[in-house]
């Protein structure tokens, strides 16, 4: 696995205006139908997700992914707001604040006062490949090819620094083997409103992917088993990341959503 770049992932609490009348429906149909259309600023892309399970089950994330930090102090400053050059950007596409405006009907948009926080990439696996690049892909007569992505809160040990951790898993991040179809994202906090230091962000193929693994919160198939006796490796890596932090899945905050939108402009 190669060193990644300093990609960031923005996460953006999204809720809907239930005493408007708003229904999960509605607003899912209007993101898919208009609000994917949204102009984006260039290096920034975004998916809507729906929690299945979890902390925030059956509640909306807006995750931009951006091409590095300096694609995100471009158009936002450090406090969270437009800078000058966003500005510019939306005063060239009418066509964004008229979708906007219309999006704030249905819910809150990513914007301030929203809660977001903004990670900076630490490590992944380079080495995975999903059959569509796409997170959201409609499908003619059956059901859309969806991604599932796993938001699970990190938290360090008594005695444990950043450094410490960050050197552990830069000097071995390349010894963990995913699941088949599972592509693992180490995420540190750069700026926001969570406090949370770092997160294991899990991207994975489709809802059938998980299942296979986990079709439960945290109760494994036997497949999990025979998984980490094939990569004994991988497992001892967990187990050394375990005595300098918490791991993934309870009982650290975490939610597993699924992908209901994709940004198109």
Same mark, same amino acid.
């Given at each position: ?5 300093? *990609? ?7 809720g ?42 059956n ?7 951006? $091409? ?5 102090? *471009? ?5 969270g ?17 008229l ?8 819910a ?18 380079? $080495?995975?490949?999903?059959?569509? $690049? ?8 059956? $059901? ?44 540190k906090?750069?700026?926001g409103? *969570? ?27 036997l ?43």
């Amino acid at each position: 696995m190669n060193k990644p770049s300093t *990609r960031v992932f923005s996460m953006h609490y999204i809720g809907i205006d239930i005493e408007a009348g708003v229904t999960n429906k509605n607003f899912e149909n209007f993101v898919r139908e208009k609000g994917v259309f949204i102009p984006n600023y260039p290096g920034w892309k975004w998916v809507l997700l729906k929690g299945l399970r979890g902390e925030r089950a059956n509640q909306y994330l807006m995750l931009y992914e951006i $091409e590095s930090i300096e694609a995100l102090n *471009r158009y936002i400053d450090s406090n969270g707001m437009k800078t000058n050059e966003a500005n510019k950007f939306l005063d060239n596409n009418l066509e964004a604040h008229l979708i906007i405006e219309e999006w704030k009907k249905y819910a809150s948009f990513a914007s301030i006062p929203t809660i977001y926080t903004d990670y900076v990439l630490l490590a992944e696996n380079t $080495e995975c490949k999903f059959s569509e $690049e796409s997170r959201y892909v409609e499908r003619s007569g059956q $059901e859309p090819l969806a991604r599932v992505i796993g938001i699970h809160n990190l938290a360090l040990h008594s005695g444990v620094t950043g450094d410490d951790f960050e050197s552990f898993i830069s000097e071995n991040h390349n010894r963990i083997v995913d699941y088949p179809g599972w592509k693992f994202h180490v995420l540190k906090c750069h700026r926001g409103n *969570r406090l949370d230091q770092y997160v294991m962000m899990m991207e994975i193929e489709s809802l059938e992917a998980v299942e296979h693994f986990y079709p439960q919160a945290d109760i494994p198939t036997l497949e999990v088993d025979k998984f980490a006796e094939a990569y004994k490796d991988t497992k001892a890596m967990y187990e050394e990341w375990k005595k300098l932090a918490s791991f993934s899945g309870s009982p650290q905050m975490y939610t597993d959503y699924i992908v209901v939108a994709e940004s198109q402009a």
